[in-house]
T-cell receptor, first 113, second 114 residues
């Protein structure tokens, strides 16, 4: 099991603002992921991390950046938000070694006006 | 890399009917196949999974079947109820990659009418 917390749940901001979406977990798991979910439901992997100071880009190119300074936190940042960044952002952890099961947070829904 | 196709994109059934969602995968090295359910306003949650050494797995009203030769797997929900209404995702992962990443299908929106 994994407890994953994402904040904020909902965010409406204007174009050009800098935003950070927080993702934290309490179980000390190494592998964490960010997915972007478009209105058409599809899940796109945009970033992942296998531990502190490890970050990689996912399958979908994203203008966002991530950091992993502490095991518990995996924040995602947009330096200058645009309407095209409007989406649902889901954070997940993978606790198991011999299984691919992911545990997702409840998501952060971002709207950029 | 892996490619997962999922059909249908939407599925409407009457309460009590069965629902079937089908997925195909491309990478023969994939050997772990989970199914996730995403309710409105929440993140996806694992409901059942199957490994390639098993052909079928059941958990109460849900079951998953796997055909390795044809590279397809399916989710079966029997006696559907309104609370089964959600978006369902299939996914695939490989032990060769240490199960590090999941490749998801595009999702199926299931609507169960009372």
């Amino acid at each position: 099991e994994a407890d994953i917390y994402q904040t904020p749940r909902y965010l409406v901001i204007g174009t050009g603002k800098k935003i950070t979406l927080e993702c934290s977990q309490t179980m000390g798991h190494d592998k964490m992921y960010w997915y972007q979910q478009d209105p058409g439901m599809e899940l796109h992997l945009i970033h992942y991390s296998y531990g502190v100071n490890s970050t990689e880009k996912g399958d979908l190119s994203s203008e966002s950046t991530v950091s992993r300074i502490r095991t518990e936190h995996f924040p995602l940042t947009l330096e200058s938000a645009r309407p095209s960044h409007t989406s649902q952002y889901l954070c997940a952890v993978k606790p198991g070694v011999n299984t691919g099961e992911l545990f997702f947070g409840e998501g952060s829904r971002l709207t950029v006006l | 890399g892996e490619n997962v196709e999922q059909h249908p994109s939407t599925l409407s059934v009457q309460e009590g009917d069965s629902a079937v969602i089908k997925c195909t995968y491309s990478d023969s090295a994939s050997n772990y196949f989970p199914w996730y359910k995403q309710e409105l306003g929440k993140g996806p949650q694992l409901i059942i999974d199957i490994r390639s050494n098993v052909g079928e797995k059941k958990d109460q009203r849900i079951a998953v079947t796997l055909n390795k030769t044809a590279k397809h797997f399916s989710l079966h929900i029997t006696e559907t109820q309104p609370e089964d209404s959600a978006v369902y995702f299939c996914a695939a992962s490989s032990r060769n990659s240490g199960y590090s990443t999941l490749t998801f299908g595009k999702g199926t929106m299931l609507l169960v009418s009372p």
